[in-house]
């Protein structure tokens, strides 16, 4: 009886060691720091109204325990049940889409975005969409059935089925309208149809659509809001006149100008502590580490981006079939460009979206889906392992 309770213990720790902790580490630091900023952002704001300043922290830091225990979930899945419940979890992504544009949704800042669950919780269903396309993508193009050749190209049919299931989810986001994640959904589709082995004129195909509705966004036939036309004309040219639009970007810039090489210090940031920087618990979290952490903070920041970046990539180039290969890239690219992205909105160098920083910006629905992300890498590089251990 002892011996087996050592020989289960021995399995366990086995186990853990086989996990890719560089991953799990980066990204946990990364959920960490976020939480203190977003402390640091809003703690004035509670103290003016009498309440405790770490309120958010504490709400951010379960936010973190919940999306790790997802993340652990899913990684624990069987990689075959994985891929068989693929359509489940897509068909649910549309069914949370649909509910957002049902009168269960709720508006904040002009986007029906959002389900009220009650007691004052919401959820983003467009976050877990993220989740949901990668993984269907993947089945989608992983799926030989045609010739039973694993590696075989992708036939033209099976690329235009891909974007059909992509299609519908992008509709019901734009109907909210939510263009940040859909340009990030857009460049995660071209990212997988291009490692899938796709014929080169599918890749050009979809650039060249990405850029003509770029086009079409900032035509005089432009289907956008007059909020996001207005976000993207600061973005061309500041001084256009819509001060009030560009005042959260160009207050951003100052803030992390301000920091210089060290910062100011946590809780000491003049423009965060001044709450001259809007949303900066959520979208300018990075403005925040700029003017209080320094350049060396940011730098911090953007080398455990970075590592979870490139762990992702090894799992990637290490996995044991098509399925795995294409759900890893996936995840990464997702990661790298809602990271350029929301960064880039804070300096300047691209436009307002409202994308939050993964793994550190305040909310409940990206930080799950963030670790759902990296319960899939982590999936992937068990399902390597075994293969391994098996051959």
């Not at 050592?6 to 939480?35: K, N, Y």
């Not at 993964?358 to 899939?376: T, V």
Request: hydrophobic share 50%; glycine share 10%; charged share 10%.
């Amino acid at each position: 009886m002892m011996s087996s309770f050592f020989t289960r213990r021995g399995r366990r720790f086995s186990g853990l060691a086989q996990l890719d902790w560089v991953l799990i580490t980066s990204a946990f630091l990364l959920s960490v720091i976020g939480a203190f900023l977003v402390w640091s952002a809003t703690r004035q704001s509670f103290i003016d109204q009498g309440l405790n300043s770490a309120t958010y922290f504490w709400k951010q830091l379960v936010n973190i325990v919940i999306g790790v225990g997802l993340g652990f979930i899913l990684s624990r899945f069987d990689h075959r049940m994985l891929r068989a419940y693929t359509p489940i979890i897509y068909g649910l992504s549309l069914v949370g889409l649909l509910a957002v544009i049902s009168p269960l949704g709720v508006t904040v800042h002009g986007a029906q975005n959002w389900i009220a669950l009650g007691s004052g919780f919401t959820v983003q269903p467009s976050e877990f969409t993220k989740v949901a396309l990668v993984t269907a993508m993947a089945f989608l193009l992983a799926d030989k059935g045609h010739s039973g050749d694993t590696e075989s190209k992708p036939t033209d049919k099976e690329i235009f089925f891909v974007l059909g299931v992509v299609a519908v989810p992008v509709l019901l986001i734009l109907l909210e309208p939510d263009l940040g994640t859909v340009i990030i959904i857009g460049v995660t589709s071209v990212s997988v149809v291009a490692i899938s082995g796709a014929s080169r004129k599918w890749v050009l195909g979809m650039i060249a659509a990405v850029v003509s509705a770029g086009a079409l966004a900032i035509s005089p036939l432009s289907p956008l809001k007059d909020y996001q036309l207005a976000r993207i004309t600061c973005f061309v040219n500041p001084s256009a006149g819509v001060r009030d639009t560009c005042f959260q970007q160009i207050q951003s810039r100052i803030a992390v100008g301000a920091g210089g090489i060290t910062g100011q210090g946590l809780f000491h940031g003049q423009q965060t502590q001044g709450r001259f920087v809007s949303f900066n618990y959520t979208d300018s979290v990075i403005s925040v580490a700029g003017e209080e952490l320094g350049l060396i903070g940011c730098l911090l920041i953007l080398a455990l981006l970075t590592a979870v970046m490139w762990r992702g990539l090894v799992i990637a180039r290490r996995a044991p079939d098509l399925f795995s290969r294409l759900v890893a890239v996936g995840v990464v690219c997702w990661f790298a460009f809602q990271s350029f992205e929301n960064i880039g909105m804070n300096l300047g160098i691209m436009p307002i979206t409202g994308v939050p920083l993964p793994f550190m910006s305040y909310g409940g629905s990206s930080m799950f889906a963030c670790w759902l992300g990296i319960g899939l890498l982590v999936n992937v590089h068990g399902a390597t392992r075994a293969s391994i251990l098996r051959a």
